[in-house]
């Protein structure tokens, strides 16, 4: 009996010091990393080419029908690494490419001299990827293939990678502040109201840290160009709130399990899907499929999309990011004063 008259339930101990919730988080922790590892580990262990989209535009005055002579060659190459589309003029091609509907720009020459348009923003590996393909079907026909970067990525942004860490940065601020919250706070708030204000104070911190990002990112370090400030703050705004009010509802309805859902989906399947090292043409099937549909993912497409491609993709990701946050703030205020007990539950440190 305690010193204030309560009976304390005993512990029950698998081993000496081992408790069963301990015991349970161990197995927990360990199927997290294993998951870590398979996911990782499946999405970059072989970067293969599969059907990269390619503008193919025949050369002035050439006959009628060689775009799709050309289109029809390049989509029959094993393993189908490119998937070739004819555009009738060069100018219609490049605006494709900064459209973001293709990831390269065929030119062919009317001597032995052809041209590779690629957009070096969108991350440096699918153009070496397209160049390396097209420089084994040109040397196959004796000819010659110079790669121009038609939307190089900033000075300071090497590999055009930039954009990938800015979003996971954000991802990362908006499950952490949630999960701290509902460690300290209880996973449950015992109110609506209370779970409104944790809302609240979420947006609050996700304004913060969107301008945070976007000043780093930006006049700080040079990395991004510093014109586009505040849009990358407003949208690096939603990426957190979004990631935070999906934590916090995982975590009002599972408890301390939500932390861990919460690092399935924007960690262990988010990161290696988002196109960050790799994009999504050189990924496996089923990470290119579900990268824009993640955070980091959507994420990183709106920061390359804001600086590089005047806002092409930007709507898709912040409706992706919208729908997250509105499920977010549905979840937590639905679930929030459902508990019948009288204090919030809380991590036994204990254990």
């Known amino acids: 009996m305690s010193q204030h008259g309560h009976h304390e339930a005993p512990r029950r101990e698998l081993l000496p010091g081992v408790t069963r919730r301990a015991a349970v988080l ?11 590892v398979l996911s990782y580990v499946g999405a ?8 990269v989209p390619l503008a193919v535009v025949a050369p002035a005055g050439a006959p009628a029908g060689t775009a799709d002579s050309l289109v029809d060659q390049l989509d029959g190459l094993t393993g189908s690494p490119v ?13 494709a490419l900064a ?13 032995t001299a052809d041209t590779l348009l690629v957009a070096g923003a969108e991350g440096g590996a699918v153009s070496s990827a397209l160049e390396q393909v097209l420089t084994q079907v040109e040397g196959a026909q004796s000819r010659t293939l110079t790669t121009t970067d038609a939307i190089p990525a900033g000075d300071g942004d090497a590999r055009g990678l930039s954009a990938f860490y800015l979003a996971v940065g954000w991802v990362v601020g908006g499950y952490l502040v949630a999960s701290i919250i509902g460690i300290s706070a209880g996973s449950r708030p015992l109110t609506r109201g209370r779970g409104a204000t944790r809302l609240a104070a979420l947006a609050v911190y996700s304004l913060v840290s969107g301008l945070g990002g976007a000043l780093i990112a930006g006049p700080v370090l040079g990395a991004l160009d510093g014109g586009h400030t505040l849009a990358l703050t407003l949208f690096g705004a939603l990426l957190v709130f979004g990631v935070g009010a999906l934590t916090m509802a995982l975590q009002v309805w599972t408890g301390l399990v939500g932390i861990g859902l919460a690092i399935v989906l924007f960690v262990i399947l988010g990161n290696p ?3 960050g090292a790799y994009p999504a043409p050189l990924l496996p099937p089923f990470w ?3 990268g824009p549909w993640l955070p980091p993912g959507a994420g990183t497409d709106a920061v390359r999309g804001i600086v ?6 930007v709507a898709q990701a912040c409706w992706v990011m919208a729908a997250y946050a509105v499920v977010g703030v549905l979840g937590t205020l639905a679930g929030s004063g459902r508990a019948t007990a009288a204090e919030p539950e809380r991590v036994d440190v204990r254990a």
């Open 288 to 290: 290119a499929a579900i």
């Open 308 to 313: 590089y491609f005047g806002g092409s993709g």
């Open 83 to 95: 998937a070739a589309t004819a555009y009738d003029t060069e100018d219609a091609a490049r605006q």
């Open 273 to 275: 899907s988002a196109g």
């Open 26 to 36: 161990v197995v927990g922790v360990l199927l997290l990393q294993l998951g870590f």
């Open 99 to 111: 459209d973001r509907d293709v990831d390269g720009v065929f030119l062919p020459g009317t001597g």
């Open 44 to 51: 970059f262990h072989s970067p293969v080419p599969r059907d």
